[in-house]
């Protein structure tokens, strides 16, 4: 089955931490990868997004991810995070052929000044 | 240019009625899909639509639910006889018309949160 998977439910950092948050996804064929975040009170926002080429992905605010097809992985990464990035973070994925995406269940980041 | 706008933002009905959630596309798009998020859960996607035709409800219950996105006015997600399960956060997205699978992306609304007393 078509699923998505986020291992962290609840993160919480520093401002000036590292962060990574991992998605791992479950499909047959070749796919379009999105990270999404929704910030309090507001709509889901598109951060990156992942079609072909360069498997490391540059988005918005300073968040980059990397797609390792072995491992089915599209990671998010920011290397310094700051209080605004309080959010809920959301990995999707698309097949190729297909319109939906198909969500994980995100991850809350919550970043402490 | 506007974006994705859903209305209400917040509504509650009592079990039994229905409930009518309503999606403006952003300004050129005509394909139109909807999502659900039940509580501690991620979204789920339900219907994909494009002006008067339904081209992917995979996702929606096979009975209460239907949608339509008609040739003028906004799309709506139709709930009847609303019950408990039903309370969620109902989110609707656009995308433009699409020149090849992998150039489009889907812009959300803000969502509209379904409560079922």
């Known amino acids: 089955a078509q699923s998505v998977s986020q291992h962290n439910h609840h993160v919480i950092l520093s401002e000036a931490a590292s962060l990574e948050l991992g998605c791992n996804y479950s499909y047959g064929g070749t796919v379009n990868l999105f990270w999404y975040v929704q910030y309090p009170g507001q709509h889901l926002q598109l951060l990156l997004k992942y079609f072909s080429g360069d498997p490391l992905v540059k988005g918005i605010k300073g968040f980059e991810a990397e797609f390792i097809k072995s491992k089915f992985s599209f990671n998010l990464r920011k290397p310094s995070v700051q209080w605004s990035d309080t959010a809920e973070y959301f990995c999707a994925v698309k097949g190729y052929n297909t319109d939906k995406l198909i969500f994980g269940t995100g991850t809350r980041l919550q970043v402490f000044p | 240019n506007a974006g994705v706008m859903q209305n209400p933002r917040h509504l509650v009905r009592r079990r039994g009625q229905e409930a009518r959630l309503r999606c403006s596309p952003m300004k050129g798009h005509s394909h139109v899909y909807w999502y659900r998020q039940l509580p501690e859960e991620g979204l789920k996607f339900m219907v994909y639509?494009?002006?008067?035709?339904?081209?992917?409800e995979s996702g929606m219950p096979k009975e209460r639910f239907s949608a339509e996105f008609p040739k003028e006015g906004p799309s709506i997600l139709r709930i009847q006889q609303v019950v408990r399960g039903d309370s969620a956060a109902y989110f609707c997205?656009?995308?433009?018309?699409?020149?090849?699978?992998?150039?489009?992306?889907?812009?959300f609304g803000p969502g509209t949160r379904l409560t079922v007393t």
């Open positions: 639509l494009q002006k008067e035709n339904i081209i992917d």
């Open positions: 997205a656009s995308s433009p018309p699409t020149s090849g699978r992998n150039l489009y992306e889907q812009y």
